[in-house]
């Protein structure tokens, strides 16, 4: 997991004109011209530096990883508030996109990212943001090999807005979807949920309460190769984060056109994740993560692939916590702790609004 805030490290050394340390981006820094150019060159192609970034073509041109077939991605961030504990908003346009790629099966090996910045943002944050991004890039084995910069006016946009995307190559022999799970399969969980969500919350003064919560934001595709390479029996991989296990697991039981039924006992919540989620009236399924993933793997391989999870940093807590079954198709059910059996199911709306 990445730490907090890395310190900005772009002063000195790595950056040959340094930003003051009061320095605002203006509307000048998104013209096109010399100041966007002075930012570029001052802030981004130094800690993101490559060939294919480096050149400065209109479209990066990069050499094909292995063959295969790529998997593409894309996501927006809008996290509110940047900063949360456990990361900020590059750590997670990072990680959001390395997972999403990495959830079929492929190996993430490029990024872009495009940034839309609010008039009067201040410098000292896009570097310690933009520090995040190379810090999390790095664990990954990503680069950023495009970019693009934004500037909007004053009230126009909340600080900061980052756009990525991802290209990967699927791994051969891997056939992983959402539309793939079957009778019989197991369902695996990496570890405890609820984390990000709950740390958003603290960090934007929600709960009224301290805890110690931080974001599980983290990049998941070396867990997901240790899987792979263990297992040709995983059928779908997803990350359960907006909307939580709840809305990832009703996604693929209508994908594959199956029941899935959870036991309420083996799933792992933390306890101050617990004790807030009760006290907010939240029911953890619903609660993203940013740094866990679900895997419905064939019976007869489970054991081992959550022993090989568990060996991993991000799989640590990995665990079986339910079964696939062929009735109720397209529907979630799970026998709770006193033994009843509730629907799991699809949230009307959203239940936190800007959590990535
Ligand atoms: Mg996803």
Same mark, same amino acid.
């Given at each position: ?26 509307? *000048?820094?998104?013209? &096109?011209?010399? +100041? ?46 940047? /900063? ?23 190996? !993430? ?31 990954? $084995? ?16 909340? $600080? ?5 995307? *991802? ?15 079957? !009778? ?6 990496? &570890?405890?949920?609820?984390?990000? &969500? ?10 009224? /309460?301290?805890?110690? %919560? ?12 240790? +899987? ?18 709840? #809305? ?17 006992? #083996?799933? !792992? ?13 939240? @029911? ?39 079964? %696939?079954?062929?009735?109720?198709? $397209? ?7 006193? &033994?009843? +059996?509730?629907?799991? @199911? %699809? ?10």
């Amino acid at each position: 997991m990445g730490s907090n805030h890395p310190p900005t490290t772009f002063e000195g050394a790595l950056c040959p004109l340094p930003l003051t340390h009061d320095e605002r981006i203006v509307l *000048g820094h998104g013209s &096109g011209g010399k +100041m966007t150019q002075e930012l570029i060159a001052r802030l981004f192609l130094p800690p993101f530096s490559n060939p294919a970034l480096d050149a400065g073509n209109d479209a990066a041109v990069l050499p094909a990883v292995r063959t295969g077939q790529l998997a593409v991605s894309t996501d927006s961030h809008v996290v509110w508030p940047l /900063f949360f504990p456990g990361g900020d908003i590059g750590t997670l346009a990072v990680c959001g996109t390395v997972n999403d790629v990495a959830m079929v099966g492929a190996v !993430p090996a490029y990024l872009t990212a495009g940034f839309i910045i609010e008039e009067g943002f201040e410098v000292s944050r896009l570097t310690t943001i933009v520090a995040s991004m190379r810090q999390a890039a790095a664990e990954a $084995g990503v680069i950023i090999v495009a970019g693009d910069t934004k500037v909007v006016q004053h009230g126009k946009a909340d $600080g900061l807005y980052i756009n990525t995307a *991802g290209i990967g190559t699927v791994i051969a022999d891997a056939r992983i979807g959402g539309q793939l799970a079957a !009778p019989g399969d197991l369902v695996i969980l990496s &570890g405890p949920i609820g984390d990000h &969500g709950i740390a958003v919350l603290e960090a934007r003064g929600e709960l009224g /309460f301290q805890t110690d %919560v931080k974001s599980d934001v983290a990049p998941l595709n070396h867990l997901i190769a240790a +899987m792979l390479k263990e297992s040709d029996q995983i059928h779908v991989l997803r990350d359960p984060t907006r909307g939580g296990v709840a #809305s990832a697991l009703n996604e693929i039981a209508q994908q594959s056109g199956v029941g899935i039924r959870l036991q309420e006992a #083996s799933i !792992p919540v933390r306890p101050a994740v617990a004790a807030a989620c009760e006290l907010l009236g939240f @029911d953890p399924l619903y609660v993203a993560n940013e740094g866990k993933l679900l895997a419905i793997v064939a019976a007869g391989d489970a054991e081992k692939v959550v022993e090989r999870m568990r060996a991993t940093r991000y799989g640590e807590g990995a665990t079986i916590i339910g079964e %696939v079954t062929s009735e109720p198709a $397209g529907r979630v059910l799970m026998k709770t702790a006193v &033994g009843s +059996m509730r629907v799991v @199911d %699809v949230l009307a709306g959203e239940m936190l609004p800007r959590i990535c």
